[in-house]
T-cell receptor, first 110, second 114 residues
Framework: GEDVEQSLFLSVREGDSSVINCTYT??????LYWYKQEPGAGLQLLTY???NMDMKQDQRLTVLLNKKDKHLSLRIADTQTGDSAIYFC??????????WGAGTKLIIKP | DTAVSQTPKYLVTQMGNDKSIKCEQN?????MYWYKQDSKKFLKIMFS???????INETVPNRFSPKSPDKAHLNLHINSLELGDSAVYFC?????????????FGPGTRLTVL
């Protein structure tokens, strides 16, 4: 079945860029998503990318999609303490359901 | 103006009890979900309802029974609670628009079974 994989932790220094990576298996995915979960809260949609795009930029966030390698990344420029959270990658399957990664916990070092 | 709300936020109970968690969305969405997030933060879908009809029922013990009285509500009833049911339960809703399925999550209900 479809699968989405992410590494579980990423540690970066405040002010540096964070790059969170994700791989997926369903080549027919049309939309891929990044959700953010802050401590004690629910998930919030951060951004998404349509499969006919290679890149999407939104302020400090850059999403890169490599369809050939089925690789998605989220870059956060100038990482701040408020970016500490768990970031979930998800792909939409053919039944419009979301297949979720395990989440990457972003740890910010001062 | 909460979009997806859940009650209660915290639930502490003894093994063997029966409990319910309520969820309401005011977004006018057709589809609602229940997810379980364990202590390692893995997110697992349990149920999905579309217009009050069950469309996804993952491998979940039949002690868990969802009920959707109308499109805006999806409640979760759990019988004979077990220690392993301790987790955070999230309700979500979505509407497919232009092929996108953006899910909106509630704040979660932290269930602790003693």
């Amino acid at each position: 079945g479809e699968d989405v994989e992410q590494s579980l932790f990423l540690s970066v220094r405040e002010g540096d860029s964070s790059v969170i990576n994700c791989t997926y298996t369903d080549s027919s995915s049309t939309y891929l998503y990044w959700y953010k979960q802050e401590p004690g809260a629910g998930l919030q949609l951060l951004t998404y990318i349509f499969s006919n795009m290679d890149m999407k930029q939104d302020q400090r966030l850059t999403v890169l999609l490599n369809k050939k390698d089925k690789h998605l990344s989220l870059r956060i420029a100038d990482t701040q303490t408020g970016d500490s959270a768990i970031y979930f990658c998800a792909e939409k399957d053919s039944n419009y359901q979301l297949i979720w990664g395990a989440g990457t916990k972003l740890i910010i070092k001062p | 103006d909460t979009a997806v709300s859940q009650t209660p936020k915290y639930l502490v109970t003894q093994m063997g009890n029966d409990k319910s968690i309520k969820c309401e969305q005011n977004l006018g969405h057709d589809t609602m979900y229940w997810y379980k997030q364990d202590s390692k933060k893995f997110l697992k879908i349990m149920f999905s309802y579309n217009n009050k009809e069950l469309i996804i029922n993952e491998t979940v013990p039949n002690r868990f029974s969802p009920k959707s009285p109308d499109k805006a509500h999806l409640n979760l009833h759990i019988n004979s609670l077990e220690l392993g049911d301790s987790a955070v339960y999230f309700c979500a809703s979505s509407q497919v628009l232009e092929g996108r399925n953006e899910q909106f999550f509630g704040p979660g209900t932290r269930l602790t079974v003693l």
